[in-house]
């Protein structure tokens, strides 16, 4: 039986300056710390503002993996020895990413992610990701996606295939997001139901835990959904954010409860020669003709 303490540290609305919004992380770790956390996943973009509601593209947001913010979040993560996902705009030789950083307890960056279902307020900003990573800890596997991935089952599907038995799902959802809102629902409350309804399904159709680190508040005149949580394998909230602003949400997890639903056969009993549809390049021709 493996248990462990995992946290999805939510944030408020960021600051403009991106030297507060690291000292916010850098708290929240240290609160990790106090509760025991092994594992702690920050919100998409935890850096910056959401930024990509902005026409043009700056530099300015992007951080290398030896900028002063990321060594600065480094330092404090081997200082705490807590196995951390950050999320951030990476930027490397060929262009700028939205993308999280898996690092392990001494500071180092063991894996990453670069986000593959880009809206299209990010292409004006962004690259897009080609593939669905695992990294491997030390005790379980970790997969991670990114805010709009969320809404493709084919994103979790993959990182369940390659053997991922927690994922941490951070987002940056906004009430401009909730499509489809009745008119006697608010916004916020729409968006908060559509989104634990998808990730409560990916989690007990795929058998893994989910860490789901938002943003809260009003930020740009932007309303953000907070609503942080952490699921089990079965779909079940076992811990979910009481605010809009700061917080971290904490769970125990069983590994075993993975082991438990791989033994029930469902990834056995798949037929992939009956899916041929969902990766073709023109879906049509699968279409049945009268």
């Known amino acids: 039986m493996v248990k462990m303490v995992v946290a999805a540290a939510q944030l408020g609305p960021a600051d403009e300056d991106k ?21 702690v996943s920050f919100p998409e973009l935890a850096l910056t ?3 990509c509601l902005d026409p043009e593209p700056t530099d300015s947001h992007g951080d290398s993996l030896e900028s002063t913010h990321v060594r600065r979040v480094r ?3 081997e200082a705490t020895g807590i196995s951390t996902v950050l999320p951030l705009a990476e930027r490397d030789a060929s262009g700028t990413y939205n993308a999280a ?30 593939e669905f990573t695992v990294t491997h800890m030390d005790n379980y596997v970790l997969g991670v996606l990114i805010c ?4 493709f089952p084919e994103s979790w599907r993959v990182l369940g295939l390659r053997g991922a038995e927690v994922v941490c799902a ?9 499509h489809g809102c009745p008119p006697h629902v608010s916004e916020i409350d729409w968006a908060r139901d559509l989104q634990v309804t998808r990730m409560r399904a990916a989690a007990m159709s795929n058998g893994f835990y989910v860490i789901a680190p938002g943003k809260g508040g009003r930020e740009r005149d932007v309303d953000y959904i907070a609503d ?4 089990s394998p079965w779909g079940e909230v076992i811990a979910r954010a009481r605010t809009n602003g700061d917080e971290l949400v904490v769970a125990e997890i069983d590994l075993e409860e993975v ?23 023109d879906p049509d021709s699968f279409i049945q003709q009268p």
Not at 26 to 38: D, M
Not at 261 to 275: D, I, Q, S, T
């Open 19 to 39: 030297g507060r919004n690291v000292e916010r992380v850098v708290a929240l770790l240290a609160r990790s710390r106090e509760v025991g956390a092994e594992l």
């Open 49 to 51: 503002p959401y930024f």
């Open 75 to 77: 330092e404090a993560v």
């Open 101 to 130: 950083l898996v690092i392990g307890p001494d500071g180092g960056v063991i894996g990453r992610y670069q986000k593959v279902h880009l809206p299209y307020a990010e292409q004006n900003h962004f690259l897009a990701g080609r």
């Open 148 to 151: 709009a991935d969320r809404g």
């Open 170 to 178: 951070p987002y940056n959802t906004s009430t401009h997001q909730a």
């Open 228 to 231: 942080s949580m952490i699921i």
């Open 259 to 281: 082991a438990k639903f791989r033994k029930g056969g469902r990834y056995e009993r798949r037929v992939p020669a009956a899916y041929a549809a969902i990766t073709a390049t």
